[in-house]
């Protein structure tokens, strides 16, 4: 299936670093054989994972890589492993040598489902606690939201290398951080994680394997509800879009949008999806076919293009929000949006990751199963202006960005602003409690 999406963006060898002690210590038995069967496991993996990026990567040159070389190095290296969680690291620092954002390997679930209990965000050039869930180890601990992340896991979060940082230390059961507090002191913290167990693999002789399915999709979810949610009054629609799916859910609300003078479109925290999402949500905005840019794809090229929606075209006022974690197809989005001039995008510079992947599913084993997947780039994608986001972003017509003072008290300064521009009275406190955080139990 074909998506634009947001993905960790290879940034340092640290990294990888990273990604083999924690699959170490996670994923000590995620394959449960013989160390001889666990390596041919491994090789299997990356011949499958070879074939995966030598027939579909966008690039004939894989960016003048040798892939039979990079491929043999790997082999080598799973030979002289010694358990499963080795194996997985050195298949992940395998695709991490391409350096590309949307390939990438996508490891089997780990054996327990981990709840962190708060959150934390990019905004600048400096990472903040944005969110800590009531009763969690965080909050006994004393986190709170507006505190500076110095360090995390022994690194120092940039945006360059936050999202992998947050993508492989998602199974860590604790994280040891240093914060600086609103009063200009640092602390030491070490915050547990919400452990639950589960399972690593699928035993297709199980009574039930419908079931062992279903929880490894909700594997996938994180700590927090994330759902399409809106605000409005008769002249104002204001909605949080979390992610580029459900084409029903656009459909319905941009059937209430076009009874309002003003859309502030929410896209802050959306990491992307669906390219058929983002081309039916462009569609409503335009009373002709709009061109967001060209594929540029192994063989050839060709446009992306937003077919307009027609009689249900929105005419009102658009303002798009937008900030460090509003990736891919939000981005494309946004700079649509300003490149045909059709509205405002407020907020902070967008991450850059916007080339189009294919991600591929695999699965390993005849009765203990586990799955696995690799994402492949498949396109660059080239805006209408001859220029491609990747790695630089989208930059807002108004760069607004809310203060550690602003996190703590729970203030939106953003949304206020936009609500402004709408022609609304919304103080950045109220603004903030429109749309809490819903944790999940």
Not at 181 to 203: F, H, N, Q
């Amino acid at each position: 299936m074909k998506f634009i999406k947001s993905s960790p963006q290879i940034s340092s060898h640290l990294i990888w670093i990273i990604i083999f002690l924690l699959m170490l210590t996670a994923l000590p038995s995620v394959i449960g054989q013989t160390l001889k069967n666990e390596q041919g496991r491994g090789r299997e993996i990356l011949d499958t994972i070879k074939k995966d990026i030598v027939k579909n990567y966008y690039d004939p040159t894989f960016g003048g890589k040798d892939v039979d070389a990079i491929f043999k190095s790997a082999e080598e290296r799973v030979n002289l492993t010694t358990n499963a969680g080795q194996i997985l690291g050195v298949i992940a620092q395998t695709m991490m040598q391409f350096d590309d954002s949307h390939t990438f390997f996508a490891p089997p679930a780990p054996a327990d489902s981990v709840q962190h209990g708060w959150e934390m965000q990019m905004i600048g050039d400096k990472c903040y606690v944005v969110a800590v869930k009531p009763g969690s180890d965080a909050e006994a601990k004393g986190l709170k939201t507006g505190d500076e992340i110095i360090v995390v896991g022994g690194y120092t979060p940039m945006r360059k290398n936050l999202r992998n940082l947050l993508f492989f230390l998602k199974s860590a059961k604790s994280m040891k951080v240093l914060v600086k507090k609103s009063d200009g002191t640092t602390e030491r913290l070490e915050i547990m994680a919400k452990v639950r167990a589960g399972k690593p693999v699928l035993d297709l002789r199980s009574p039930n394997p419908g079931a062992d399915i279903a929880a490894l999709i909700r594997e996938g979810e994180n700590d927090r509800f994330l759902h399409h949610v809106y605000s409005e009054n008769d002249d104002v629609l204001i909605w949080k879009m979390p992610f580029f799916a459900g084409e029903r859910a656009i459909d319905e609300l941009m059937e209430k949008a076009r009874k309002r003078k003003t859309l502030i479109l929410d896209l802050r925290g959306n990491g992307g999806g669906y390219e058929t999402a983002l081309l039916r949500l462009t569609g409503y905005f335009f009373d002709r076919d709009v061109k967001i840019g060209d594929l540029k794809g192994r063989k050839e090229s060709k446009p992306l293009t937003a077919k307009t929606r027609g009689k249900n075209v929105f005419t009102g006022k658009l303002i798009v929000l937008v900030d460090g974690e509003s990736g891919s197809a939000s981005e494309l989005f946004a700079r649509v949006v300003q490149l045909e001039k059709r509205g405002t995008v407020i907020g902070d510079q967008t991450p850059g990751l916007v080339m189009q992947g294919t991600y591929f599913t695999h699965k390993s084993g005849l009765d203990l199963v586990f799955f696995y997947g690799v994402s492949v780039t498949t396109a660059d994608l080239l805006m209408t202006d001859g220029k491609s986001l990747e790695r630089v972003g989208v930059t807002p017509d108004e760069l607004l960005l809310p203060s550690p003072e602003d996190l703590a008290a729970g203030r939106d300064p953003v949304l206020s602003r936009a609500a402004t521009l709408a022609g609304l009275k919304l103080e950045p406190e109220k603004a903030g409690q429109i749309f809490p955080v819903e944790w999940r139990p």
